[in-house]
C-alpha cells in the first residue's frame, strides 16, 4: 500500500517537473528555405528582398544556419544596427510588421567559448547602437514595459535622453530597481539636470 | 558546574543554546543590515535628498526641521544628502551641510568618499560652467578636511 503511495507521488512529481521545465524552455524555432533567403537578404542587406521574402511568408523569428551558427534574421538585423544606416533601421521596421517579436530575439550567443541557442532582450540588442526611431518602432510593436526598465538606466547612463523619454512615455516605471542602478540614480551619477527633473516630474525618488 | 558546562557548549543544553543563537543570528543579521536600512529612508529624507540635488538650501532647511537626518545614506547607492549636493555644484549648500555636521568621511557602497567623487567627477566635466562649481565645492571639501 505504502508502495503504490510512493509510485503515485513519483509520478506526480515527475509529472510536475515536466510541466515546469515546459514553461521554463521554450523550444528554440526552426525555419527553412524561406527563412535561409531571408538571413542572407538582412545580411546584405537588400531592403526591397526582405520586403517582399516577408510578405511571402518568411518568419524573421525563427533560426537558420549562418556562418555554423543558428541566427534568426531578427537577431541578426538589430545586432547590425549603426548610426547613419537608415536601411538597416528600415529592415527592423519591415520585421516588426511582418511579426518580428518586440521582446526577444533567437540567435546563438557566444560566452567563454560555449555556444549557445538562447532569445535575448530585443530591446537591449537595440541599445547598443541606440536609434530613436529603432526603440520607436519596437515600443510601436507592443513592448512589455517591464522589459524596457533596463533599457532606460542604459539609455540614461549613456546619455540618450530622447530615448529615455521615448520609454518613459511608453510606460515603463521612472521610479524602477532592474539592477544596480535605479534611473534616478543613473542622472545623478551622469550629472544630468533636466533628466533628474524630468524623472522626478514621473514619479521617481530615492527609495524606489 | 551544569551550568558552566552548557555555557561553554559541552553538554546538550548547551549545544541547544548555541545552534538557536546562530539559527536567530541569521534572519536577525538580514533584517539589521539589509531590511532596517531600507525602511529607516522615511519622506522626510526623501524631502531632504531632492532639496540637495536641486540646491535648494530653504528646503533643506525645511526637510531638516521636518525630522530629516542629515547622515542618512540612501537606499539604491549609499551616499548621502551631502553626496547630491556635491556632485551638482552646490557649493553654498555643502558648506551649510557641512557646517550643520554632514560627515564629509562617509563613503557610498562604492567606498568613495564625497571628495573622490567629486574629484572624478571634476576629471570628466567639459562644461566650463560646471567645472567651475565642481571646483568650488572641491576647495570647500579640502577646506573643511584641513579645519578638522
Redesign the interface.
Known sequence: MRRAAATVLAAIAMLGLGAASSCAFQRPPYGGEKESALVAATVAPDVKKVQSLLASGADPNKMVPYKDHYQSAWSLALYQLRPQHPELVQIVRAMLKAGANPETAWGTQEARGIYRQTDRSAILIAMLHPDDDVIRAIIEAGLNPRLGQNALVMAIETGQSNIAHLLVEAGVDANC?PGA??P??AA?EA?D?AM??YL?EHGA???? | MNLLYMLLGLNRAGRILYRTLFVLAVPAGVVWFVVLP?LR?HDA??RL??AA??GDGAAVERSLAAGGRLNVA????GKTALF?AA??GHADLVRMLLKRGADSQARGNDGRTVLEVVVG?RAD?HDPA?AQALDAVISVLRNAEAGR
Open positions: 530597481h542602478l535605479t534616478l540614480v545623478i550629472r539636470v533628474m527633473s522626478e525618488r530615492e527609495k524606489p | 531600507g529612508f529624507d526623501e535628498f531632492r540635488r536641486h540612501a537606499p539604491v547607492d547630491r556632485v551638482f567627477a566635466e560646471k
